[in-house]
């Protein structure tokens, strides 16, 4: 079992910045990946980031690229999310999660956070 608790979240305005941090109880393979996730009302879960815990590998959808940053801190079992440029679309509640092979499917993620609340204003 694995436990993911993550803060960071807040309310910004369009332009602004705001970094996210997950912390996991452990780690159990070296093959675990974290991600990133969102969900805005009325919207499915979105994949937002990934990153593995060995090599440092990781994705990104389009339309973070550029602006978004998924690091992680293997010393700590925290992976962190900064969010420069933050548009109001980015609006959402932000989940981390793990999952034991390389993904950026929802339902390769075995564990997930409770999620922190992004609200970006224009």
């Known amino acids: 079992q694995v436990q993911l608790v993550e803060s960071g979240g807040g309310l910004v305005q369009a332009g602004g910045s705001l970094r996210l941090s997950c912390a996991a109880s452990r780690r159990t393979n070296s093959n675990y990946a974290m991600g990133w996730f969102r969900q805005a009302p009325g919207k499915a879960r979105e994949f937002v980031a990934a990153i593995s815990w060995s090599a440092g590998r990781t994705s990104y959808v389009d339309s973070v690229k550029g602006r978004f940053t998924i690091s992680k801190d293997n010393a700590k079992n925290t992976v962190y999310l900064q969010m420069n440029s933050l548009k109001p679309e980015d609006t959402a509640v932000y989940y981390c999660?793990?999952?034991?092979?390389?993904?950026?499917?929802?339902?390769?993620?075995?564990?997930w956070g409770q999620g922190t609340q992004v609200t970006v204003s224009s």
């Open positions: 999660a793990a999952t034991r092979f390389w993904s950026t499917t929802t339902a390769a993620y075995d564990y």
